[in-house]
């Protein structure tokens, strides 16, 4: 039976204890972020992200995106890091910017795709329960907890689903509805916004001065 905890009452630190036990048991837990509510699961339990998909009703090939604690866990999986790439993360992490970076060989995960993409979303999530959350559980598999093409979910009374599916919902106030994170490529020399959101491409180019907007493709 799927349990419901309110993140504004009660202790903190065994809310994210409870998290962090469900999420090694192999377990997939909701919880806020910024924009919305999302699916969480231990990034190395394949079991337990093929069950985030299928919540989602993703597509086969889709990729979970990956929540990590800070820039210095993604040296153990990621790999050619660009310069200028590591300069928006250490000024804008943690926050509402995604990087497509290439993943380190040999890593023993599948996020959806069967490492066929040939790059890993990562994002440290900006402080909250869920930033606290990944500091104790090392890489997290994450998708939205609304159905595959829907909006995000910002109330916790619009959350569904099956019984059972998930373990537990950790539920807050009403997120206030806020764009998307900025998404950029980062597994290519040159960096391109694919997605241009919380973070403007002009605050980028305060860092990164030859950043630009991603060609679009037919």
């Known amino acids: ?10 202790d903190m630190d065994a809310h994210i204890n409870q998290a962090l036990e469900w999420i090694r048991a192999g377990y997939v ?54 310069e200028y790439a590591r300069a928006l993360m250490e000024k804008f992490w943690p926050g509402q910017i995604s990087f497509n970076v290439a993943p380190s060989t040999g890593l023993s995960w599948d996020l959806g795709d069967g ?30 907890a609304a159905p595959a093409g829907s909006p995000p979910i910002v109330r916790s009374g619009n959350l569904e689903f099956g019984p059972g599916v998930v373990q537990g919902i950790f539920v807050s106030a009403d997120i206030p509805e806020v764009p998307l994170s900025t998404l950029i490529r980062a597994n290519e020399i040159r960096l391109s916004v694919l997605r241009e959101g919380a973070i403007s491409l002009e605050e980028l180019k305060t860092v990164a001065p030859l950043i630009s907007l991603a060609t679009p493709t037919n």
């Open 115 to 144: 490492n066929r993409l040939g790059f890993i979303c990562v994002r440290v999530p900006s402080e909250g329960f869920v930033h606290s959350l990944v500091q104790k559980s090392g890489p997290l598999a994450v998708a939205s």
């Open 29 to 82: 837990i909701a919880a806020p972020v910024e924009n919305g509510y999302v699916l969480l699961a231990d990034a190395f339990t394949e079991d337990a992200v093929r069950t985030l998909h299928a919540i989602r009703g993703d597509d086969l090939g889709v990729a979970a995106q990956v929540f990590i604690g800070s820039i210095d866990v993604l040296d153990g999986i990621a790999r050619d890091i660009p």
């Open 1 to 10: 039976m799927t349990q419901i905890i309110d993140l504004q009452t009660g």
